[in-house]
């Protein structure tokens, strides 16, 4: 059909206007590198890349990504700096992931439809505010969509085939999340070479990639396990994080997250359908089969949660990538069959539907965890041990659990007290408050104990005793004296300053209320001089700065 002036017209304003959308996207998400709250996750990654250079690192899987980011700790001293590097970082990788998204749209529709293929990726809300962060599905994913890029690639030169395998291998070895693309591209594979080839060069070409796939990701573990001082074993790790992800409750995290997804993102809907429309429609079409069989692969990624329970919004990028180019493919039909102010319309609400969920996140920024990091590192010398829930001072030697609601419920499984022996064994400096598990002031060790994910409520007794409010979220060394105390127990050597009354310590030395004792860790005979009680915390410079008001961390 030849194209009339008008027409010519309306598609070169369409793409002026998908063109426009995708580079205000961009400048959302890049801004978002820099302002949005850093996720606990991120932090427990950084702290992996420290934990190896200390050598104290133990699971072989799932870490290889801390080869890449080896150069975070000479960024800056604090960790929501090292972060928003590393987010740089990310920006680039899932760019190159949003290439490979452009052109496979392009190859299977046209550049309108790729445009808008990319500007749906990156506007829906959880892909905005989880895409770029430090994790190892990044990584992943773009070796993933680069395989699959590959793989729809017209002609099929053995070449291709085996860097298929190496960026599939590469994948596996950042996550083992990699598994679940492995059906869309098997799929793609088998339509794209059984309809130019034959079936016997898909099986030739199938067997090729994945000796190659095997052979990169032992050989980069067998690497990677040579930088370890000792490491757990992998198969013990794939049978306990299996049992976990895999097994129980398979809806209940995507049923609650899905549904969110579902208000922020409610335009998504009609691409999507309409590409998975037409695919089955393309079925029943000798000359639009391959393309139908196509875009039906590329949706299969969508069908995770049926398998997978760990579905928080983080996830959702990872498996919308390639529903992406779908939602492009059905951008194309539309584009086809629909007015161009109704086509501009829905480009426009797509952009809308990033706009909305950037100007929400800009609500959550992490100015509060910059704040209580810089504090910290003001406080406390390098490699001062402390117990947190999130992991969030990476570069200091954390203990206790890592308290997500998996990490908890592997912790209250066991049933057994660990505080004490911490606190005994490694005196930590300070707790600090980065989940309500470790509000020391308004939880109180039964209220604790009834929380299924809660510490037990010995623990929480525990750090209730021997830590004191000290500024905001951060608990410092201290104890509160009773009238009837006649000896206390000190975790951290210092000075120790008395609030509250008087206090003789050792039968000799009588210290006054705002005045300060020099004490080694271990037990102190004390006698009560007041009629009440009174505290002793360790004395330490209080921040001039005001600490945040709101929790550490937000909503996903």
Same mark, same amino acid.
């Given at each position: 059909?030849?194209?009339?002036?008008?027409?010519?017209?309306?598609?070169?304003?369409?793409?002026?206007?998908?063109?426009?959308?995708?580079?205000?996207i =961009?400048?959302?998400?890049?801004?978002?590198?820099?302002?949005?709250?850093?996720?606990?996750?991120?932090?427990?990654?950084?702290?992996?890349?420290?934990?190896?250079?200390?050598?104290?690192?133990?699971?072989?899987?799932?870490?290889?990504? #801390? /080869?890449?980011?080896?150069?975070?700790?000479?960024?800056?001293?604090?960790?929501?700096?090292?972060?928003?590097?590393?987010?740089? %970082?990310?920006?680039?990788?899932?760019?190159?992931?949003?290439?490979?998204?452009?052109?496979?749209t392009?190859?299977?529709?046209s550049?309108?439809?790729?445009?808008?293929?990319?500007?749906?990726?990156?506007?829906?809300?959880?892909t905005?505010?989880?895409?770029?962060?430090?994790?190892?599905?990044?990584?992943?994913?773009?070796?993933?969509?680069?395989?699959?890029?590959?793989?729809?690639?017209?002609?099929?030169?053995?070449?291709?085939?085996?860097?298929?395998?190496?960026?599939?291998?590469?994948?596996?070895?950042?996550?083992?999340?990699?598994?679940?693309?492995?059906?869309?591209?098997?799929?793609?594979?088998?339509?794209q070479?059984?309809?130019?080839?034959?079936?016997?060069?898909?099986?030739?070409?199938?067997?090729?990639?994945?000796?190659?796939?095997?052979?990169?990701?032992?050989?980069?573990?067998?690497?990677?396990?040579?930088?370890?001082?000792?490491?757990?074993?992998?198969?013990?790790?794939?049978?306990?994080?299996?049992?976990?992800?895999?097994?129980? &409750?398979?809806? @209940?995290?995507?049923? /609650?997250?899905?549904?969110?997804?579902?208000?922020?993102?409610?335009?998504?809907?009609?691409p999507?359908?309409? @590409?998975?429309?037409?695919?089955?429609?393309?079925?029943?079409?000798?000359?639009?089969?391959?393309?139908?069989?196509?875009?039906?692969?590329?949706?299969?990624?969508?069908?995770?949660?049926?398998?997978?329970? !760990?579905?928080?919004?983080?996830?959702?990028?990872?498996?919308? =990538?390639?529903a992406?180019?779908?939602?492009?493919?059905?951008?194309?039909?539309?584009?086809?069959?629909?007015?161009?102010?109704?086509?501009?319309?829905?480009?426009?609400?797509?952009?809308?539907? @990033?706009?909305?969920?950037?100007?929400?996140?800009?609500?959550?920024?992490?100015?509060?965890?910059?704040?209580?990091?810089?504090? #910290?590192?003001?406080?406390?010398?390098?490699?001062?041990?402390?117990?947190?829930?999130?992991?969030?001072?990476?570069?200091?030697?954390?203990?206790?659990?890592?308290?997500?609601?998996?990490?908890?419920?592997?912790?209250?499984?066991?049933? &057994?007290?660990? %505080? !004490?022996?911490?606190?005994?064994q490694?005196?930590?400096?300070?707790?600090?408050?980065?989940?309500?598990?470790?509000?020391?002031?308004?939880?109180?060790?039964?209220?604790?104990?009834n929380?299924?994910?809660?510490?037990?409520? &010995?623990?929480? =007794?525990?750090?209730?005793?021997?830590?004191?409010?000290?500024?905001?979220?951060?608990?410092i060394?201290?104890?509160?004296? /009773?009238?009837?105390?006649r000896?206390?127990?000190?975790?951290?050597?210092?000075?120790?300053?008395?609030? @509250?009354?008087?206090?003789?310590?050792?039968?000799?030395?009588?210290?006054?209320?705002?005045?300060?004792?020099?004490?080694?860790?271990?037990?102190h005979?004390?006698?009560?001089?007041?009629?009440?009680?009174?505290?002793?915390?360790?004395?330490?410079?209080?921040?001039?700065?005001?600490?945040?008001? =709101?929790?550490?961390?937000?909503r996903?």
């Open positions: 059909m030849t194209k009339t002036p008008s027409s010519i017209a309306q598609n070169g304003f369409l793409r002026s206007l998908l063109i426009a959308s995708v580079v205000i =961009a400048l959302m998400r890049l801004i978002m590198v820099f302002r949005f709250e850093v996720n606990w996750d991120e932090f427990l990654n950084l702290s992996m890349i420290y934990d190896h250079q200390r050598g104290d690192l133990r699971e072989l899987l799932q870490t290889g990504f #801390i /080869h890449l980011f080896r150069w975070l700790p000479y960024v800056s001293e604090n960790e929501v700096d090292q972060i928003i590097a590393a987010r740089l %970082m990310m920006f680039f990788v899932v760019t190159m992931t949003t290439w490979f998204i452009f052109d496979t392009r190859r299977l529709a550049v309108n439809a790729a445009l808008f293929a990319v500007l749906a990726y990156w506007s829906f809300s959880f905005l505010r989880h895409g770029l962060s430090l994790r190892t599905d990044p990584l992943a994913l773009c070796c993933l969509m680069g395989a699959m890029w590959l793989t729809v690639s017209a002609v099929q030169f053995p070449k291709r085939i085996v860097l298929a395998g190496v960026l599939i291998g590469l994948a596996g070895f950042f996550t083992i999340k990699a598994i679940f693309y492995l059906p869309c591209l098997l799929m793609l594979a088998a339509v070479l059984i309809s130019q080839r034959s079936l016997r060069y898909f099986l030739v070409a199938a067997t090729v990639a994945a000796i190659t796939s095997l052979a990169v990701f032992g050989g980069l573990i067998w690497l990677h396990s040579l930088t370890f001082v000792d490491y757990a074993s992998p198969l013990n790790f794939i049978e306990r994080t299996t049992d976990v992800t895999l097994s129980g &409750e398979k809806f @209940g995290i995507f049923k /609650h997250y899905s549904t969110r997804a579902f208000v922020e993102n409610l335009v998504w809907i009609i999507l359908s309409a @590409g998975v429309i037409t695919a089955l429609h393309q079925l029943s079409q000798s000359s639009h089969r391959v393309l139908g069989f196509t875009t039906l692969a590329l949706a299969l990624p969508l069908a995770t949660p049926l398998i997978y329970n !760990q579905f928080y919004p983080y996830f959702f990028p990872f498996v919308l =990538a390639s992406a180019v779908v939602s492009g493919n059905g951008f194309a039909h539309i584009s086809r069959t629909t007015r161009p102010v109704i086509i501009s319309a829905l480009v426009l609400l797509t952009l809308l539907t @990033g706009a909305l969920s950037f100007i929400r996140s800009m609500h959550q920024t992490l100015d509060r965890q910059l704040l209580t990091l810089t504090v #910290i590192h003001e406080t406390f010398a390098p490699g001062a041990p402390y117990i947190d829930a999130r992991t969030m001072v990476s570069s200091f030697p954390k203990h206790g659990p890592f308290m997500s609601t998996w990490g908890m419920t592997d912790y209250r499984a066991k049933n &057994e007290p660990i %505080m !004490q022996d911490i606190v005994n490694h005196s930590p400096r300070f707790v600090l408050k980065s989940g309500w598990q470790l509000d020391l002031e308004g939880l109180t060790p039964e209220q604790s104990q929380k299924p994910i809660g510490l037990l409520g &010995e623990d929480l =007794a525990t750090l209730r005793e021997n830590y004191l409010p000290f500024w905001g979220p951060i608990y060394p201290g104890k509160t004296l /009773h009238p009837s105390s000896s206390v127990s000190i975790i951290v050597d210092g000075t120790y300053r008395v609030n @509250g009354g008087s206090v003789r310590f050792n039968g000799t030395n009588i210290v006054n209320y705002g005045e300060t004792v020099d004490l080694l860790a271990g037990h005979e004390i006698e009560i001089l007041s009629g009440h009680s009174v505290s002793l915390i360790q004395d330490l410079p209080v921040p001039a700065k005001s600490p945040p008001s =709101a929790p550490l961390f937000g996903f």
